[in-house]
């Protein structure tokens, strides 16, 4: 008898011990949410956006990371510009840089987060170069928010030649392919719109109203 009982104690110190070791790996503090990501978060939840596009995300990053070079007291960074005809929307700029001066755009910045990035910066470069081809020609063009179409911007805004910049996720290879880096990788950057999305829907972060969504069928 005190053989058996000497066993039961052993199996159930074995999986007790099984338990807790299950326990410790699967811990909040295992799979904690990096300092970085809860920081961007902070920031972010109180700005409405339609997080549900996974691009949207990168951009509003990006726009963060360029406030540290361009600080906001000199200039305005926005993010989700259309430009086009009067009847027709031609592409859109993810990320501008408005000197507060004279409200000229200097820099713009396509924002590409994928996984496959030789193939983010071939199209991050159609759709700079398409721009370019674009302002060069004397058809009229129209340019506003992507979000607010109240929002208008003007041709004279963009007639300076602003800097044309390619930005990508945090990633070994993206220095090598793209000019800046939003200092996130692609896990933390879906991590983070998942937090952004969860206190959206559970009303505890503001959204953008569904007639302000943005449309975007056409871009990429």
Same mark, same amino acid.
């Given at each position: 008898m005190k053989t058996l009982a000497s066993s039961r104690v052993l199996y159930r110190g074995a999986f007790l011990f099984y338990f807790l070791t299950l326990l410790i790996s699967y811990s909040p503090q295992s799979?904690?949410?990096?300092q970085k990501v809860i920081d961007l978060?902070?920031?972010?939840?109180?700005?409405p956006q339609n997080y549900e596009v996974f691009g949207t995300v990168c951009e509003e990053v990006a726009r963060l990371r360029l406030y540290k070079e361009f600080p906001s007291s000199l200039y305005h960074i926005t993010t989700g510009i259309e430009y086009g005809t !009067?009847?027709?929307?031609?592409? $859109? @700029?993810?990320?501008?840089?408005?000197?507060?001066?004279?409200? $000229?755009?200097?820099l713009i910045g396509e924002v590409k987060c994928w996984k496959n990035l030789k193939s983010a910066r071939k199209k991050a470069n159609i759709q @700079? /170069?398409?721009?370019?081809?674009?302002?060069?020609?004397n058809t009229p063009l129209l340019f506003?928010?992507? /979000?607010?179409?109240?929002?208008?911007?003007?041709? $004279?805004?963009?007639? $300076?030649h602003p800097d044309l910049i390619a930005v990508s996720q945090s990633d070994p290879g993206a220095p090598q392919l793209f000019d800046l880096t939003i200092g996130i990788d692609l896990a933390e950057a879906t991590e983070l719109r998942s937090?952004? @999305?969860?206190?959206?829907q559970r009303g505890k972060c503001p959204?953008?109203? !569904?007639?302000?969504?943005r449309a975007r069928s056409f871009r990429d």
């Open positions: 799979q904690a949410t990096s978060f902070n920031i972010l939840k109180g700005h !009067p009847t027709r929307v031609i592409g $859109e @700029l993810d990320v501008i840089i408005f000197r507060k001066s004279d409200k $000229e755009a200097i @700079l /170069t398409r721009f370019i081809n674009t302002i060069k020609k506003r928010d992507a /979000t607010y179409k109240n929002h208008i911007f003007y041709r $004279e805004q963009f007639d $300076e937090l952004l @999305l969860t206190c959206q959204t953008l109203n !569904p007639a302000l969504r």
